[in-house]
């Protein structure tokens, strides 16, 4: 999966302009700007702002039979508390059909953690794992899911954290 040509040799999409060709690349182009436009937003709140170096941003691959069941990102008590907001940018071929490929993102809105509230109907939204789809939402609220896949699946995922505080401490 991680020699797939079209992951490994980057050509010029779209001459001098195009965002994978400018200083700085992918990263520094959109998912910077989208850090500093949520910066803005957390900006009020010395709580929520973010720590532009404390980003964590990874490659995911999902190879076939692929899947990762329900969790958050951001959980009490450990390091992963700093995650303010989770990010997942789709890098699967054009041809990636959803019907047979599967491997949908699915956002539970139940309002339960990491298992539905018992009694509560199940209340999801599933998201196409189509190339060139972000995904944005707040680690600490949504929990999600990877369904199986039937083909590889491939991501960029990652998470905007917010800077240490001195009550950080003694649960880190």
């Known amino acids: 999966g991680r020699n797939r040509m079209e992951l490994t040799s980057i050509s010029s ?9 400018r200083d700085g690349g992918l990263y520094d182009i959109v998912l910077d700007n989208l850090c500093n436009s949520l910066s803005e937003l957390s900006s009020t709140d010395s709580q929520t702002k973010l720590d532009k170096s404390l980003n964590e941003l990874l490659y995911a691959y ?8 329900r969790h958050r ?9 700093l995650r303010k907001y989770s990010l997942l940018l789709y890098l699967n071929k054009k041809e990636w059909d959803p019907k047979v490929d599967a491997g949908q993102l699915r956002l539970h809105l139940d309002g339960g953690g990491d298992e539905c509230p ?5 209340n999801y939204v599933d998201v196409d794992p189509l190339g060139g789809t972000l995904v944005l939402f707040k680690s600490e609220l949504i929990p999600h899911e990877v369904m199986n896949t039937n083909s590889e699946r491939f991501a960029l995922v990652g998470w905007y954290n917010r800077g240490i505080t001195a009550g950080d401490i003694g649960s880190l």
Not at 13 to 21: E, P, V, W
Not at 62 to 69: K, L, N, T
Not at 73 to 81: E, I, T
Not at 118 to 122: F, H, Q
């Open 13 to 21: 999409a779209g001459g001098a302009n195009s965002i994978r060709d």
């Open 62 to 69: 999902y190879p076939q039979g692929g899947f990762y069941r």
């Open 73 to 81: 990102d951001a959980v009490p008590n450990s390091a992963s508390v």
């Open 118 to 122: 018992p009694g509560v109907a199940p």
